[in-house]
């Protein structure tokens, strides 16, 4: 079965300061990962997804993620963070059919 | 806008009362899927349905149900409710076993509060 951690609950960064929010996950074959992002009150939004190719993603609002399959890593990245990224974070393992697995999150703060 | 449509956005409640929570995935989505997110437990997977069918099960309770029906949405039925299931509950469906994997779109989320 897949598992996701995230290592970090909390991270506070200063607008304009880049971040880097760290994931990793347990599954025996080629998986499926998943950043989703979730403001105050909302639902979650995908931000990016890796599937098969380059292992360096894009995704929407300036993040990008890359997949370090040596390190059963998928780390989320942004080169200058602004506040309006302030939110819950989330790592995700699917298997591509019925599984699906999220990481218990990571909130972060950005201070102006 | 994910497409994925849930009701109420709000429902307060008193203890073991019963409530119903409605969810209408996207389009052409075959699969959803409800989770409970609350401040002490986090992002919690409840259950899944496929096509009308149960698919997996998660840390849901016997209290809770759920349902598809033929036209694909989906209801959540809390029952005896309890201070503690005051939380957010959120919907998501997606297209399992498809080409583009099983990414899930989340609904705006239901909250509920018993008092």
């Known amino acids: 079965a897949q598992s996701v951690t995230q290592p970090d609950i909390h991270i506070t960064v200063s607008e304009g300061a880049s971040l880097e929010l760290r994931c990793n996950y347990s599954y025996g074959a080629t998986p499926y990962l998943f950043w989703y992002v979730q403001s105050p009150g909302q639902g979650l939004q995908l931000l990016l997804k890796?599937?098969?190719?380059?292992?360096l993603v894009q995704g929407i609002k300036g993040f990008e993620a890359e997949f370090k399959r040596s390190q059963s890593s998928f780390n989320l990245r942004k080169p200058s963070v602004h506040w309006s990224d302030a939110a819950e974070y989330f790592c995700a393992v699917g298997d591509g059919g019925q599984n699906f697995v999220f990481g218990p999150g990571t909130r972060l703060s950005v201070l102006p | 806008d994910s497409g994925v449509t849930q009701t109420p956005k709000h429902l307060i409640t008193a203890t073991g009362q019963r409530v119903t929570l409605r969810c209408s995935p996207r389009?052409?989505?075959?699969?959803v899927y409800w989770y409970q997110q609350s401040l002490d437990q986090g992002l919690q997977f409840l259950i899944q349905y496929y096509n009308g069918e149960e698919r997996a099960k998660g840390n849901i309770l016997e209290r809770f149900s759920a349902q598809q029906f033929p036209d694909l949405h989906s209801e959540l039925n809390l029952s005896s409710l309890e201070l503690g299931d005051s939380a957010l509950y959120f919907c998501a469906s997606s297209v399992p076993l498809s080409g583009a994997g099983n990414e899930q779109f989340f609904g705006p989320g239901t909250r509920l509060t018993v008092l």
């Open positions: 890796y599937f098969s190719g380059d292992t």
């Open positions: 389009s052409g989505d075959l699969s």
